[in-house]
Nanobody
Framework: QVQLVESGGGLVQAGDSLRLSCAAS????????MAWFRQAPGKEREFVAR????????NYADFVKGRFTISRDNAKNTMYLQMNSLKTEDTAVYYC??????????????WGQGTQVTVSS
């Protein structure tokens, strides 16, 4: 089992930045690829970004490329999502997930409880 806890969400204005964190405990964090997904009200959960076990390779959804950066610190069992130039359409609950290196939510076995990000205009 892996327990994941997100933090860092909040209410910001368009153009601001936020950094989300995902703290892991339980099984070896470094053994898992990690990802961020998000879900806006009335919409399906969607892929945001993913990172391989050692952090060398990353991949982003087109709508966050150039604005968001995913990273991880295996020594601290923590993953991050630096979000810059936030837009109102980024408003959602953000979830971190551990599993295989895929853009599909079904590839991740462990999920956090989510953290709310609200971007006002």
């Amino acid at each position: 089992q892996v327990q994941l806890v997100e933090s860092g969400g909040g209410l910001v204005q368009a153009g601001d930045s936020l950094r989300l964190s995902c703290a892991a405990s339980g099984r070896t964090f470094s053994a898992f690829a990690m990802a961020w997904f998000r879900q806006a009200p009335g919409k399906e959960r969607e892929f945001v970004a993913r990172i391989v076990t050692n952090g060398v390779f990353t991949n982003y959804a087109d709508f966050v490329k150039g604005r968001f950066t995913i990273s991880r610190d295996n020594a601290k069992n923590t993953m991050y999502l630096q979000m810059n130039s936030l837009k109102t359409e980024d408003t959602a609950v953000y979830y971190c997930a551990a599993g295989r290196y895929t853009v599909s939510a079904s590839g991740y076995d462990y999920w956090g409880q989510g953290t709310q990000v609200t971007v006002s205009s």
